[in-house]
């Protein structure tokens, strides 16, 4: 499966952004999804993920209550809603995909298998 993910930009602090991950070649219906983020000198970090049974949810800290990922099977996409952005959520997200959906290793990049390209958001102070 190809994942393309796309809705980054530079924006202020304080807006709104939605990213969205289409794939194609596949269905996602069978796999957990999840975006990660890199920011220039650091290392890729896990910011949300979704199962594929069960649709639960889990988010990095630093995003819980700001960001919302969700998705629509249908469309064969996955979004992710991003509020109250500030300068330190500047990075590269990337969407990946894994067969896994168990409740341990859903935020190590490494149980994932289908990568994107990567989009870029710039959040301005």
């Known amino acids: 499966v190809q994942l393309q993910a796309s809705g980054g930009g530079l924006v202020q602090a304080g807006d709104s952004l939605r990213l969205s991950c289409a794939a194609s070649g596949g269905t996602l219906d069978g796999f957990t999804m999840a975006w990660f983020r890199q920011a220039p000198g650091k290392l890729r970090e896990f910011v949300a993920s979704?199962?594929?049974?069960?649709?639960?949810?889990d988010y990095a800290a630093s995003v819980e209550g700001r960001f919302t990922i969700s998705r629509d099977n249908a469309k064969n996409t996955v979004y992710l809603q991003m509020s109250s952005l500030g300068p330190e959520d500047t990075a590269v997200y990337y969407c990946a995909a894994s067969t896994y959906n168990g409740n341990f290793f859903f935020a190590d990049d490494t149980t994932y298998l289908y990568w994107g390209q990567g989009t870029q958001v710039t959040v301005s102070s």
């Open positions: 979704i199962r594929s049974i069960g649709g639960r949810t």
